[in-house]
């Protein structure tokens, strides 16, 4: 999904290794996000009625939904190791991104955690 010549596949070698280490997680999350959901579209194009009664049809469509669920979650989680001042001041897709998110961090949490109050 993103180019190669994207920031996050062209890592300074500048960077504190926590900076590179946080940067290339998100990275990796969204192409894991973008490669789980674009999977997902071509199961779902794929099923029909009479392979809903199967149920291991519906697994590989769980999983890829459930891969990027969590993918954007760990996007989620990584973007907010950057505090708001420098350049993230000046995005406003920031604080967008986040609140936009935050009913999908809740499910996954509740998902993932069964039994504990999210």
Do not use: C
């Not at 490669?35 to 149920?55: A, D």
């Not at 897709?93 to 509740?110: I, K, Q, Y």
């Amino acid at each position: 999904m993103l180019d190669e010549l994207s920031p996050l596949k062209q890592l300074p070698s500048m960077l504190a290794p926590h900076q590179a280490l946080v940067l290339d997680g998100m990275n990796h999350a969204v192409d894991i996000a973008y490669f789980s959901y674009k999977r997902l579209q071509t199961t779902l194009h794929g099923i029909n009625t009479e392979i809903l009664e199967q149920q291991d049809a519906l697994t590989p469509a769980y999983l890829d939904a459930w891969a990027s669920v969590d993918a954007i979650d760990r996007f989620r989680a990584l973007l907010s190791h950057f505090p708001k001042g420098g350049i993230l001041s000046r995005v406003e897709a920031h604080d967008t991104f986040l609140s936009s998110t935050e009913d999908l961090r809740v499910l996954r949490n509740v998902a993932d955690h069964v039994g504990v109050v999210a």
